[in-house]
């Protein structure tokens, strides 16, 4: 899976700009490198999270439904602490 596009980074962005709840204190453009950084290194660990996941499952699952299994995994990782 390659990197967002430029146009899906600012989605990313906004997206999350409009969601939070809390007030943060950095600017935008300190945001938006927060996500480019994040979806960096999204792609430079995609090869390892793939071969974290044991057989049969990493040859099973699309690399779509891995990536939704580590969203639904972070997700609740952060909604309990």
């Known amino acids: 899976m390659a990197v967002l596009s430029d146009a ?3 989605d990313v962005w ?5 969601r939070n709840q809390g007030s943060v ?3 935008k453009a300190d945001l938006r490198a ?4 994040a979806d960096a ?4 660990n995609a090869a390892s999270y793939n071969s974290a996941i044991p ?11 891995k990536a939704r299994i580590l969203s639904f995994v972070i997700q ?4 309990r602490s």
């Not at 290194?41 to 430079?44: I, L, P, R, T």
């Open 14 to 18: 906004t997206d999350w700009m409009r």
């Open 76 to 79: 609740r990782r952060f909604e």
């Open 41 to 44: 290194w999204a792609d430079s």
């Open 34 to 37: 927060a996500v480019d950084a």
């Open 55 to 65: 057989l049969p499952a990493r040859t099973a699952l699309t690399a779509q439904q």
């Open 25 to 27: 204190s950095i600017t």
């Open 8 to 10: 899906d980074r600012v």
